[in-house]
């Protein structure tokens, strides 16, 4: 069975940091993209991030670009997502999700967690 | 930015009725757009991928249609456990894009 388990949120002041991490099993890791999807509080959906299996090739928003840095651990099937320099904006449940045969599509998703940046 | 617009924003309908969603893409996304489910509490789910492809698991009364800038989610005659969050998004360029969101409430 699929599972993935974020991990990592919490509290934090505008201007901090904060590393999150998402715990794959049931699938052999190293061989699908995955993603980090946000969802601020009552609103819709936003794509922050992307890695390919191997890692080699990442993508990120604009509103997070300089800021965010996707990354992978294949030998520990881990996903992380360093948020550096956050904003109020970034207020939202991250989701970790992986990528349909590294087609753009998210067939699996975790439950999230909730990051808060406030003063 | 590829901008992706759902309607209605809500649609009110009973349980057995059909329900058609739209996504409408602010240039061609080709056949690269997906739908997902989302209940309150929950993570989204994929239904629809390339446009009109069910992915695993997705009952049949769930089906896609559309290319280039348009696009329709049909549900052919709603379950009460249907009534959710709908969105679409593109894969078509980076960065990757979600629509509004079309809410599905029970009339």
């Known amino acids: 069975e699929v599972q993935l388990l974020e991990s990592g949120g919490g509290l934090v002041q505008p201007g901090g940091s904060l590393r999150l991490s998402c715990a794959a099993s049931?699938?052999?890791?190293?061989?699908?993209?995955m993603a980090w999807v946000r969802q601020a509080p009552g609103k819709g959906l936003e794509w922050v991030s992307a890695?390919?299996?191997?890692?080699?090739?990442?993508y990120s928003a604009d509103s997070v670009k300089g800021r965010f840095t996707i990354s992978r651990d294949n030998s520990k099937s881990t996903l992380y997502l360093q948020m550096d320099s956050l904003r109020a904006e970034d207020t939202a449940l991250y989701y970790c999700?992986?990528?349909?045969?590294?087609?753009?599509?998210?067939?699996?998703w975790g439950q999230g967690t909730l990051v808060t940046v406030s003063s | 930015e590829i901008v992706l617009t759902q309607s209605p924003a809500t649609l009110s309908l009973s349980p057995g009725e059909r329900a058609t969603l739209s996504c409408r893409a602010s240039?061609?996304?080709?056949?690269?757009l997906a739908w997902y489910q989302q209940k309150p509490g929950q993570a989204p789910r994929l239904l629809i991928y390339?446009?009109?492809n069910r992915a695993t698991g997705i009952p049949a009364r769930f089906s896609g249609s559309g290319s280039g800038t348009d696009f329709t989610l049909t549900i052919s005659s709603l379950e009460p456990e249907d009534f959710a969050v709908y969105y679409c998004?593109?894969?078509?360029?980076?960065?990757?894009?979600f629509g509004q969101g079309t809410r599905l409430e029970i009339k």
């Open positions: 390339d446009a009109s």
């Open positions: 890695i390919i299996g191997s890692g080699g090739t990442t």
């Open positions: 999700a992986r990528d349909i045969a590294g087609r753009g599509y998210l067939d699996y």
């Open positions: 049931g699938f052999t890791f190293s061989s699908y993209a």
């Open positions: 998004q593109q894969r078509s360029n980076w960065p990757h894009t």
């Open positions: 240039q061609s996304v080709s056949s690269f």
